[in-house]
C-alpha cells in the first residue's frame, strides 16, 4: 500500500459520529438535517473506496461494494428519489456495523507510519 489508509477510516468514523449527532438535533423531515445527513454519508462512502480490499475482506457482512455505490447514488440523484425513510434506514441498519467494522481494523492493523494527531 502505497499510501496509508488510516486517514480514510478515521474520516468514516468521523462522518459517522456527525451523523449520529445530526439525528440527536431531529428527523430528516428537516431539509437541513436530510442534506447534512447526505452530505456526510456522500464523505463516508467515498472514503470506504480508499480502504484496501484485503481488509475489507474480513469484514464480509459488511456491504462495501453497495456502500461504495451508494455514493454515486447520493452525488447524482439529480431528481430526489432518495427520500428521508430511506436515509433512515440505510443510518439505521448500516452505520453501527460499519463504525464497529472500521475501528476494529484500526484496532487490528495500527498503521506505523500515522501519527495520533488530534484531528
Known sequence: MSKSWTPYARHILDAIAKIIRIQERGTLEDEVLYAASLRHLQTLS??????PESLKKEYPAIPWREISGFRNILVHNYLGDIDPLTIQGVIDLHLGPLAQAVQALLDQHPDPASTSHPS
Open 46 to 51: 467515498e472514503a470506504t473506496q480508499k480502504l
